[in-house]
């Protein structure tokens, strides 16, 4: 029951597409390294747009050839006749970022909030990255709804925290997160600087991993007096693959 979180995963390859960073890496890594891996992509939050899953199929085929790579697209219609059954077969789920409250909206329509669940509980690795970090949890701050961030408090709470993505790149994260968190919108949580992911065992917290240095991750709560704590965690530098 491994789940990773990241603000992070592929990462431009210096042209015009991308190439598979050390996040989606160490996301097969949790999988157990199976010798031909199975790994589906999710493009929800991005309507699936095609543009994206291109650039994702090239960068999998030419870092990763061993890898049976898919896809599973909602609109307009699935794509495969099994959603569950697709699902289910996988080592490692990964979802884009976007609109993750479009995402939710849409995955509920399609019965994923089960899903993914019955999946994780099957041992399948749910990972992504920003609004494919915020669906696994509580709730968090996004930019769903317009340029002013908001936070979304649907989640599918497979952990129960709230989470928010580019605690460093985005500067209105920070306060409106702890301001959530302080007034009870949003239970306790965790945030990722870019680069960084959360790996979950079950709901517990294993580490913090990062593909760049200079990246941390963030445990935000409230102490006794009820004021909002925010403590730096020092992820694993993962190594350039």
């Known amino acids: 029951m491994n789940i990773l979180a990241t603000s992070g995963g592929f990462v431009p390859d210096g042209r015009w597409g991308a190439r598979v960073g050390p996040l989606i890496h160490h996301a097969l890594h949790l999988a157990g390294d199976p010798s031909r891996p199975k790994l589906c992509l999710l493009a929800t ?60 909206a849409v995955w509920r329509t399609h019965g994923l909030d089960i899903i993914m669940r019955e999946a994780w509980e099957a041992g399948v690795v749910l990972a992504g990255v920003s609004a494919g970090s915020l669906c696994w949890h509580v709730g968090g701050t996004t930019d769903s709804f317009g340029p002013d961030l908001r936070p979304v408090t649907d989640g599918l709470a497979l952990l129960p925290f709230s989470n928010t993505p580019h605690y460093d790149s985005e500067p209105g994260r920070r306060p409106l997160y702890q301001k959530l968190v302080a007034d009870g919108t949003l239970p306790p949580g965790w945030a990722t600087d870019d680069g960084v992911g959360l790996h ?42």
């Open 45 to 104: 939050a991005t309507g699936d747009d095609l543009t994206h899953y291109a650039r994702y199929y090239c960068a999998l085929a030419r870092d990763l050839p061993d890898l049976r790579a898919s896809h599973l697209a909602l609109f307009p219609m699935p794509n495969v006749a099994d959603v569950r059954a697709h699902l289910l077969e996988q080592d490692v789920v990964w979802v884009g970022g976007g609109s993750v409250a479009n995402l939710l």
């Open 200 to 241: 979950f065992h079950g709901t517990e917290l294993v580490e913090a991993v990062a593909d760049r240095a200079q990246a941390y991750a963030w445990q935000v709560e409230m102490d006794p007096d009820g004021n909002v704590v925010e403590t730096t965690v020092t992820p694993r530098r993962l190594s350039g693959v």
